[in-house]
């Protein structure tokens, strides 16, 4: 008479090639196995994986698992065993490659306590824990990260611009504007949620109507987000990283939410990252005081694709940043089951292997989170969203068959970033107002619309006489209604946004409106209008001398327009002097300077000085060419200014 695992076996091999589709397949060997896989109790294993294999015959077992790792390229087996058959079984098992972990049940964990194999994750001691661990190891295994490079500032290579996989998904890695601002929105994102304190409560009620939307009101998805919603912020707050660690369906959505790099879609999210982020922040204090070592040494296993690898490695000694929470280790060989098994997509295994100077203050923090994490026994050091880490070196370790990807944590780091934010931003704001700043790169970024609604959302948390930021919120917004081409509106933004910064007398804020105002009729064709505009706001700049040279920019293209060549000369002279004494300093390729020259290449064409043109436009395109990709419609731009000089000549 054949058994449960005989039948599961035979109506298994059916057809002689088992090419399932799945990627995660539960593989379950328990002589006892009808004790736990009634009809009722399957239900929840099947949401794991609708095609469970069940056996209560070792042989049969073990003759199904080589089929599948010599035919089936596409199966990732999470194997379940019973102590009673695991010292006889996991030693034949252990090394196939389709095997990425292998789960013990047991009535006593000491019976097991001789097996000493990497891919053996935990010892269950009931069914519950046993579900809970594998749906927790199934999210990790699919866990990625995303991150952005920084490029060293001196760097001119543009070759390596974008890299796609066979999926379509995009790693931000372009030494671009739009990618630097990306990298630093994720950099300052931990500081960006933190202070967001005044919208918890709309926060809350976002992403769990997020999710509901998401699930379409799937009960038995939603039910652990129901118990969160239950919960009150306070108890969410302190509960978070409980949450984070137990609760697969939030964790998973968030990584995939910080991996996308849509911004919009990670603001759904702001609840829950912002409460990590506090939590985490506090822990890190006790941590730090726990601790005596002077350098921390942490673990990462993952997967990679073999390009991205060699890409990372192409960038030793620049800048990395992890946009997402990121799940390390103190013991290597805990951080090696993450990245074991049968290669996925041609994906490589790898291990991070992380430096942390704790001689210096660390604005990203990281703490143990054993002690409030739902499984303690990983050992896990939680690192926050946004942390710089410099690649030190990519190696391939010939014995353990994996890449190491080394990288190191320092406050020097974080100080250059900070100082390029400082530079980059400070024509238009104080890079010490994380609202603003946070509005100012969803707007680099590209993010119009999304910018749009952020400011609108900061002005309903305003109370009414809060007139310290709405101007400035408006004035953005205009700039973005600008930018995808509603200039009217933006112009009403504009208006509302003068006339707070007059009842205020905000000298400063005044003079960028007045310079957007004037930026608006010189886009009407309305030159002499625009001139007063542009006057009145450098008047006003005088003493704020990036803003000034943005400015005289402006003016340079209006005289321009006016055929007026002596002052848009002038104009144009000053605004680069300017730029290149506070920008080139730290960069000498910012593309500020680039637009200077480019300004300058169109007055000398417009008046025939073709040899002076063609000088200015060079020196625009290599700093161009230095901050874009080849496609960039400003790369584009020049390179038919080039072509037309080069057939006058």
């Not at 900061?458 to 006489?465: E, F, G, K």
């Not at 910012?590 to 073709?610: A, C, E, R, T, V």
């Amino acid at each position: 008479m054949a058994d449960k695992g005989s039948h599961a076996s035979e109506k298994s091999f059916k057809n002689n090639n088992d090419t399932q589709s799945y990627i995660h397949h539960l593989v379950w060997l328990d002589k006892n196995i009808e004790n736990y896989t009634n009809k009722q109790k399957l239900n929840q294993w099947h949401e794991l994986d609708d095609k469970i294999k069940l056996f209560a015959n070792k042989e049969e077992c073990i003759d199904y698992i080589q089929r599948q790792n010599d035919r089936n390229m596409k199966s990732y087996i999470i194997f379940i065993i019973s102590d009673s058959f695991s010292q006889q079984v996991v030693p034949q098992i252990h090394d196939y490659k389709c095997i990425i972990a292998i789960f013990i049940l047991s009535t006593n964990s000491k019976n097991c306590q001789t097996l000493k194999y990497p891919k053996i994750r935990a010892t269950c001691l009931d069914i519950s824990d046993l579900f809970n661990r594998i749906r927790n190891c199934m999210d990790r295994d699919k866990a990625s990260i995303g991150f952005s490079l920084f490029n060293k500032r001196d760097s001119t290579d543009t070759e390596t611009i974008l890299l796609k996989d066979k999926s379509h998904e995009e790693y931000p890695i372009r030494n671009l504007q739009e990618d630097q601002a990306r990298f630093l929105w994720f950099y300052k994102c931990h500081n960006f949620m933190i202070e967001l304190e005044d919208d918890d409560s709309q926060a809350k009620e976002d992403m769990i109507s997020y999710f509901r939307t998401k699930y379409n009101e799937d009960k038995r998805i939603l039910k652990p987000i129901d118990e969160f919603e239950k919960e009150s912020l306070e108890n969410n707050a302190k509960n978070a990283i409980w949450w984070y660690s137990h609760n697969s369906i939030m964790f998973r959505s968030m990584n995939e939410a910080l991996i996308s790099g849509n911004i919009s879609t990670i603001y759904s999210y702001r609840y829950i990252i912002k409460l990590l982020c506090r939590q985490l922040k506090t822990l890190h204090k006790e941590y730090k005081k726990s601790i005596s070592n002077k350098k921390l040494h942490l673990y990462r296993g993952q997967r990679l694709k073999l390009p991205l690898i060699l890409l990372i490695a192409n960038h030793k000694n620049d800048l990395i940043s992890l946009n997402s929470f990121v799940s390390t280790t103190l013991e290597e060989d805990v951080a090696i089951k993450f990245c074991l098994g049968r290669s996925k997509n041609n994906d490589e295994a790898v291990i991070f292997e992380i430096d942390i100077d704790l001689n210096s203050e660390q604005s990203i923090p990281f703490a143990d989170i054993r002690n409030v994490s739902r499984f303690p026994e990983e050992e896990e050091i939680l690192i926050s969203i946004g942390s710089i880490f410099r690649i030190e070196s990519v190696d391939f370790d010939e014995e353990k068959e994996l890449y190491k990807i080394h990288l190191s944590l320092s406050q020097h780091d974080q100080l250059t970033i900070n100082k390029y934010i400082e530079q980059t931003f400070a024509t238009e704001i104080d890079s010490a107002d994380q609202s603003v700043l946070f509005g100012k790169l969803l707007f680099d970024m590209g993010e119009f619309e999304f910018a749009i609604k952020y400011f609108d959302n900061r002005i309903s948390c305003l109370s009414d006489r809060n007139n310290h930021y709405r101007p400035t919120y408006l004035n953005n917004i205009g700039v973005c209604y600008n930018q995808i081409g509603e200039k009217d509106r933006a112009f009403k933004y504009y208006k509302k946004a003068c006339e707070i910064y007059k009842e205020t007398k905000n000298q400063r804020g005044l003079s960028a409106c007045y310079h957007n105002i004037a930026s608006f009729y010189y886009d009407q064709g309305d030159y002499g209008t625009a001139l007063r505009w542009a006057l009145d706001a450098l008047n006003e700049r005088q003493q704020y001398r990036l803003e000034k040279a943005s400015t005289l920019d402006l003016l340079g293209c209006i005289h321009l327009a006016q055929r007026d060549a002596e002052a848009a000369r002038n104009n144009l002279q000053e605004a680069l002097s300017i730029r290149i004494k506070y920008l080139g300093q730290f960069d000498p390729n910012h593309p500020d300077i680039g637009i200077s020259y480019f300004n300058l290449g169109k007055l000398d064409s417009k008046f025939l000085f073709l040899i002076d043109a063609q000088n200015n436009y060079s020196r625009a395109e290599e700093i161009f060419r230095h901050n874009y990709p080849k496609t960039h419609p400003l790369i584009v731009k020049i390179q038919q200014c080039l072509e037309q000089i080069k057939q006058q000549l």
